[in-house]
Every structure is written in structure tokens, then in C-alpha cells.
């Protein structure tokens, strides 16, 4: 591709050292850079872009995408924000991937892993090909291997580098996790969304947003850009739920879904075992009974969000259903890797993650046993929500291990001591901190009797932990399994 033909999605833009030179690459980092690609310069948190610039030329990029001019005679492409209008570039090169596929972006603080499988396994009962791209990676199929990612939402030349091989594959559906950094950022500029679902809306990432309703308006940029005929799917039981109502465009289809309030698709009589959850479905004048191996009322909540994409997209009931009811869980999320005790892994790093896991495992706790929840808080994230994760703790469990998540830069002690402030009354028969995950684990084993529910929390699918000078092999699913089960 010629520079001249990446430039067709920009709206303002200086030259410099302007040359029609080939594209052959985007690149925004100077180790990975390669000949002939542009190399994009972006101002980030912890470096400047700009200042490898010449190591990028070095490597051989032959254009520059940048914020200044910069002494370096090689043609360059001088934006305001090249973070911003990176998306431009990249869907530019990729010759905007997007318009030939139907696209559905799935945004909300919890259930966005779960809600995209659950539609591409509706999509694929439907005998149509959809791919899918998330927190676990991106796949072709739900029978593909997982591709790693290393963002829920990937940086804007991944995720078009993806779209494009997704179209050249004939695939027709692709749905993704849309993450409220990703539309802050504009990482999804220029992707054509033909349908967007709302899961939930509480508190994270506050370290990044400040506030609930600047968190609020991140989601909100994804329903705002929706095209006539797209449809958007609502939670009617979230309490923002009247505002992504309000700042649908007109001419999208409006679908709304929940359990307490009215809604398009409601659920009713809903009953959960440790096989799953039963329950009824109210849509379109009808009733359909449900059972599905996924279990908690967040599950129920998430299979609701499915069942509403699946009707947009006008894919018989029938079928939606006999998707639903034949999706094992997903990894990392309410993953039962242990009999007796019951051992639950799931990925809870939230206040309302956490208290919905809980919750769910409290239903299947029986009356003579306990429930017990091992869990820890990040690092170098949002703060606030220690002390409120290690009240939803406390108070909804019989007892709590407390230990290191990922602490990345931080000292584990503290994001403890910060934990431990939430906490009404240190009992140490029931309040317990032990700050290495591993020996955390072990560790339940002599607090816990075969009968009891333990839930560990935090880090679900992911098989490491960040630590401050390294990242190390960690799965709590391994661990676990180590421990309860002898393998």
C-alpha cells in the first residue's frame, strides 16, 4: 500500500519530507518494528514514542506517524493525537475490514467474556460461521484455539490485522468484548458495529475514569455510534440503564432484557443446583423453560443478554435456546475444579463481581457447611475498591482468606492493609492472611471440610501473576487442583 492511500481516513493532518513511499507494516513499537512499515509515535504513561523514532528508521520503517516534526528525513504524517487516530491508519491499511461483517461489540463492567461466547455459540447453531475476540484471545470458531491477547479490546493494528484475516476466512460474525479503555481511547475507531449489548455497570477501572459517570460515557461512545438498523441490547435491571436508553440513536432496535423489572426478555422462576441453573423465559408473547449448565443469577443475567442478541439478529428461538442449554461454562469464570469440597475459580476482581460469585455460591452451599472465600485486590489500580471487597467478603462469607492478586509495582502488605480496612472485626478463626497465593491455597485445605463451598477469586483464566520485578507461571486452577484433587 502507498502512504498516499493511508491517509484517506484522515481528517487533519500535516506533512513533512512527503514521499508516496510503500506501507508494507504499522508498527508502534521500535523492537518489533520491521522494513517498510509506518511507525506510529504515541505519548504514553511510562515513554514517548517519539524518542525511538530514529530506532524505528534504524530498523527500516520508512514513514512516520507522529505529533511533531521531528529532525529525521523520512516522510511523516503529523496528527494531534496519534493514540487517537491510530484506528485511522489501521483500518485504512486493512482496507476497513468491518463493513463486510455483521460486528457485535459486548461492553460492561462483568459478564462481557461470557455474553460474546454465549452468542457465538447461538450464531454457530445457526449454522453460520462467527469468530470471536476478548480477554482469553481471539478465535475463528468456538472449536478454534485460543490466539493470546494482551488487551480485552486489542490496540487498533492487531484488532484490524484480525478483522482482516476473520473476512478473508469467509467469516461473516464476529463478536467482541469492547472495553471502556478501548472506547476512551479510540481503539475501536472505524469498526462498523452492527449490534451492541449492555451486561452491567459498577465500579472499576475508577483509577483510569475518576468518575462513575465518565466510566458511564466510555461505554456509552460504542451505543452513541451505532448506524440505523443496528440493534442495541439493554440490561433493564441496571440502574444506568435509562441512560444507554436515552443516547440510543434513532433507527437502532431496541431490545431490553433482567429479572426484576419489565423487560423484552425476562426470566422468571429461576432455580439453581450445582448443575446449573433452571428458569423460564418470557419474550415475544411466549414462555420457554431453560436449563443451563452455567450457574449464578449473573449467569442468568448474561444468558438473558445472548437470548436478546439472538432474537435481533432474527435466529429462531429454538435455536437460541438449544444453544444456551448445551454451553459448558467458560474458562475462568464459575469454573468448578473440585468436587468435595466445591471448589469454584472465577475471575471476580470487582465489588459487584465478587458479591454476584458469592452469592451464587452461598445457593449452593449446603445449610450445615460453610463458604469460604479466598481472594486479593490488584496493584497499581483503582483503590477504593479494597476496602468495599473486603466488606462483600466478610459479609457474605464464613470465612476469608486474603491474599496477593496480581500486585504488580506494590508492596502485597499494603494492598492488604487496604483490604483489611473493610473488614468489621478480625476474628482469626474466620479471618485469615496469607500474602503468597500459592501457599494461600494450600492453606485452605486445613480450614475446610468436604462438605464446604470455596470460592477463589480474582484471577479466573489467567495462568500468571505480575509481581514487581517479574511476571511468574500462575494458575489458580493448577493450584487448586494440586491441592483438592492430587494432580
Do not use: W
Not at 419474550?283 to 448474561?302: C, E, I, P, Q, R
Not at 491474599?403 to 468489621?424: H, V
Amino acid at each position: 500500500m502507498l502512504l498516499n492511500d493511508l491517509l484517506k481516513l484522515l481528517k487533519e493532518y500535516e506533512t513533512e519530507n512527503f514521499k508516496n513511499t510503500e506501507i508494507k507494516g504499522i508498527s508502534y513499537n521500535s523492537l518489533t518494528t520491521k522494513p517498510n512499515d509506518i511507525f506510529i509515535c504515541i505519548r504514553g504513561e511510562a515513554s514517548d514514542g517519539h524518542k525511538y523514532a530514529q530506532a524505528a528508521v534504524d530498523k527500516g520503517a520508512s514513514a512516520l506517524f507522529c505529533e511533531e516534526k521531528l529532525p529525521i528525513n523520512v516522510p511523516q504524517i503529523i496528527v494531534k493525537d496519534t493514540k487517537r487516530t491510530m484506528a485511522n491508519i489501521a483500518a485504512a491499511f486493512y482496507n476497513e475490514p468491518s463493513k463486510s461483517l455483521n460486528l457485535i461489540g459486548v461492553t460492561g463492567t462483568n459478564g462481557k467474556t461470557t455474553v460474546t461466547h454465549l452468542i457465538q455459540k447461538i450464531i454457530e447453531k445457526n449454522n453460520e460461521k462467527c469468530a470471536l475476540i476478548g480477554t482469553l484471545g481471539y478465535k475463528l470458531s468456538s472449536s478454534d484455539e485460543y490466539k493470546e491477547a494482551k488487551h480485552t479490546t486489542p490496540q487498533p493494528p492487531e484488532l484490524q490485522h484480525d478483522l482482516r484475516i476473520m473476512a478473508d476466512n469467509g467469516i461473516k460474525n464476529v463478536v467482541m468484548e469492547v472495553s471502556s479503555h478501548s472506547l476512551e481511547q479510540n481503539r475501536v475507531g472505524n469498526c462498523d458495529f452492527d449490534g451492541a449489548v449492555f451486561t452491567n455497570l459498577t465500579q472499576d477501572h475508577l483509577d483510569y475514569h475518576i468518575t462513575m459517570h465518565n466510566y458511564f460515557l466510555a461505554k456509552a461512545i460504542l451505543f452513541k455510534g451505532l448506524k440505523k438498523g443496528a440493534f442495541a441490547i439493554i440490561n433493564a435491571d441496571d440502574e444506568y440503564a435509562r441512560e444507554f436508553l436515552n443516547i440510543i440513536p434513532e433507527g437502532v432496535k431496541t431490545f431490553t432484557y433482567g429479572v426484576k423489572n419489565e423487560a423484552d426478555i425476562k426470566a422468571e422462576n429461576i432455580d439453581f443446583s450445582v448443575d446449573g441453573a433452571k428458569l423460564t423465559v418470557k419474550y415475544n408473547n411466549k414462555t420457554a423453560d431453560m436449563n443451563l449448565h452455567l450457574n449464578g443469577m449473573f449467569s442468568v443475567y448474561n444468558a438473558l443478554a445472548a437470548f436478546a442478541s439472538g432474537l435481533a439478529m432474527n435466529i429462531n428461538d429454538t435455536i437460541i435456546i438449544n444453544a444456551l442449554e448445551n454451553t459448558k461454562s467458560v474458562a475462568g469464570r464459575f469454573e468448578i475444579v473440585s468436587k468435595k469440597p466445591l471448589v469454584i475459580v472465577d475471575y471476580a476482581h470487582t465489588p459487584d463481581g465478587l458479591e454476584n460469585v458469592l452469592k451464587a455460591a452461598r445457593e449452593l452451599t449446603p445449610k450445615t457447611s460453610k463458604l469460604i472465600c479466598l481472594f486479593g485486590c490488584g496493584g497499581d489500580r483503582d483503590t477504593t475498591k479494597r476496602p468495599k471487597m473486603g466488606k462483600i467478603a466478610d459479609d457474605l462469607s464464613d470465612k476469608v482468606v486474603v491474599t496477593s492478586d496480581n500486585p504488580r509495582s506494590e508492596d502485597p502488605q499494603l494492598i492488604i492493609s487496604d483490604i483489611m480496612t473493610g473488614i468489621k472485626t478480625v476474628d482469626t478463626k474466620r479471618i485469615f492472611v496469607e500474602p503468597d497465593r500459592r501457599e494461600a491455597i494450600k492453606f485452605l485445605k486445613t480450614i475446610s471440610n468436604p462438605e464446604d463451598v470455596i470460592v477463589i477469586a480474582g484471577k479466573g483464566h489467567e495462568d500468571y501473576q505480575i509481581l514487581k520485578n517479574e511476571t511468574i507461571h500462575f494458575d489458580d486452577r493448577e493450584e487448586a487442583k494440586k491441592v483438592f484433587v492430587g494432580v
